[in-house]
């Protein structure tokens, strides 16, 4: 007989394991199957997480190599040591996915270890084991996409995975892809000594960024060292003992050159992981590129099964989904869930850091809304001249009429950071104004955010 819950949850990722700890909090008898051998998913294991500690570590290094002589800090030869930095990884992974593993004890979830299959429309099989529940949710994350004719074999030619187990500098690196996880790994080795060259299809990095933005973002980039070949394409990878040789060509077509590299780090995008899911049994329907359909209640097509993160629409991301978790757990209890996808804040973790909420000047301007622009210099912040790091602004998007917040732009330091305040006047449905009018610490970076509200109305103080 399959032993029931009210909730199972298939992966253990942010989303996952936060719909099964917030199920749990309300009441309800909750079971996650997972099929690695610890809880946390690509996030946590793979992902973001092991990418943050090594960005890091080689931030760290960088800065005291080449930073510190302004503060007056004498050194002397200043090296590194890779497998320390990667043993520091680990041992951060792991203490993440073990407080998940506690987490799950405190709120009595069963982890049901190995790779879940539907076999009906509430019944899932483990490992040969059956279970059943009132309701399931498919929690299960994205992969990295493959590119015909790049054969990775995470050794020379590396997806994120292989990306973050290197155990040297590579001396040349191309990455595939000029998105938010090409450039943060591109950050790590380029600051531990490699060059890095960029091949974007499209003529701009992060296409999903404010075009300002963007264009200050590169130009950073390039100052520390990037190389981009933008608007073109790769056709081909040849792997040999010395490193691999890429064949690109421009993407409106001319003629085709090639590309040397020691690793080749193939990012073009992410999509939903649904392998071995076994999907038909239960009925569930796919869009054409393979993600779940839902409603606006993270409902598919069959009453009982549902799905949240990245295996439904919506922008990839960790935190996205885990609010997603939340709003599907409270929703099958009877409450009022809900995720405001206008308030959802995207950050890019290089140096200096880029983060956004709302709306971009093109999107703004391509649904024919008027609008007012206020944007501050980091150059012009006490605090961040004290820091030493004067690079990059804060603009903000405000509605001609009538003041409402309608999009946050940040480049610079700590912009994750920063970009919080802007996402809670977003949710909370504040003006420019509200924002101008909060009373922000002096000195502090967070100053930056006032002044370029302020700004919006053409009344910013310290410029």
Not at 30 to 52: D, Q, W, Y
Request: glycine fraction near 12%.
């Amino acid at each position: 007989m399959a032993e029931t819950f009210d909730l199972i949850v298939i992966g253990s990722g942010p989303g996952g394991y936060v719909c099964a700890i917030r199920a749990a909090q309300l009441g309800m008898k909750v079971a996650c199957v997972e099929k690695r051998a610890t809880l946390g998913g690509t996030c946590l294991n793979i992902g973001c997480i092991p990418s943050k500690a090594l960005l890091q570590s080689s931030e760290v290094f960088h800065q005291t190599a080449h930073g510190l002589k302004d503060h007056g800090i004498a050194v002397g030869e200043v090296n590194f040591d890779l497998a320390r930095m990667q043993a520091r990884k680990g041992e951060v992974v792991s203490a993440n996915t073990k407080g998940i593993e506690f987490l799950f004890k405190k709120n009595k979830i069963t982890w049901i270890k190995g790779a879940a299959r539907f076999i009906g429309p509430n019944a899932i099989e483990v490992g040969g084991s059956a279970y059943s529940a009132k309701s399931i949710v498919i929690a299960t994350g994205s992969e990295s996409v493959p590119l015909k004719g790049v054969e990775v074999d995470e050794k020379r030619i590396v997806t994120s995975t292989g990306a973050l187990e290197l155990d040297k500098v590579p001396g040349r690196l191309v990455v595939i892809g000029g998105g938010v996880i090409g450039l943060e790994l591109g950050s790590v080795w380029a600051r531990l000594g490699a060059k890095v060259t960029v091949v974007e299809f499209l003529e701009r990095i992060t296409p999903f960024l404010d075009g300002e933005i963007c264009k200050a973002f590169q130009q950073s980039l390039t100052k520390q060292g990037f190389t981009f070949k933008l608007g073109h394409k790769v056709t081909g990878a040849t792997t040999g003992k010395d490193g691999v040789t890429l064949t690109i060509e421009p993407a409106k077509g001319g003629a085709a050159e090639t590309l040397e590299a020691d690793i080749v780090l193939l990012a073009i995008g992410r999509r939903a992981y649904t392998e071995g899911l076994n999907l038909a049994a239960a009925g569930v329907a796919t869009d054409a590129r393979g993600l779940v359909l839902t409603d606006a209640h993270y409902a598919t097509n069959v009453p009982g099964i549902y799905a949240i993160g990245d295996v439904i629409a919506g922008p990839m991301l960790a935190h996205k989904a885990e609010e997603e978790g939340v709003a599907l757990a409270e929703l099958l209890a009877g409450q009022a869930g809900h995720v405001n996808y206008d308030a959802i804040p995207g950050v890019v973790y290089t140096w200096p850091e880029v983060a956004s909420v709302g709306r971009t000047e093109e999107e703004l301007k391509a649904a024919g809304v008027a609008y007012k622009v206020g944007k501050f210099p980091f150059m012009a912040n006490g605090r961040a001249r004290a820091m030493g790091e004067m690079e990059g602004f804060a603009k903000v998007l405000s509605d001609k009429t009538t003041d409402r917040l309608l999009g946050a732009h940040i480049i610079g330091p700590d912009a994750g950071t920063l970009i919080a305040e802007l996402v809670t006047a977003i949710e909370f449905g504040a003006s420019a104004e509200d924002v101008a009018r909060v009373c922000h610490a002096h000195p502090t970076l967070s100053e930056v955010v006032k002044e370029a509200a302020l700004a919006a109305d053409g009344r910013a103080l310290h410029i």
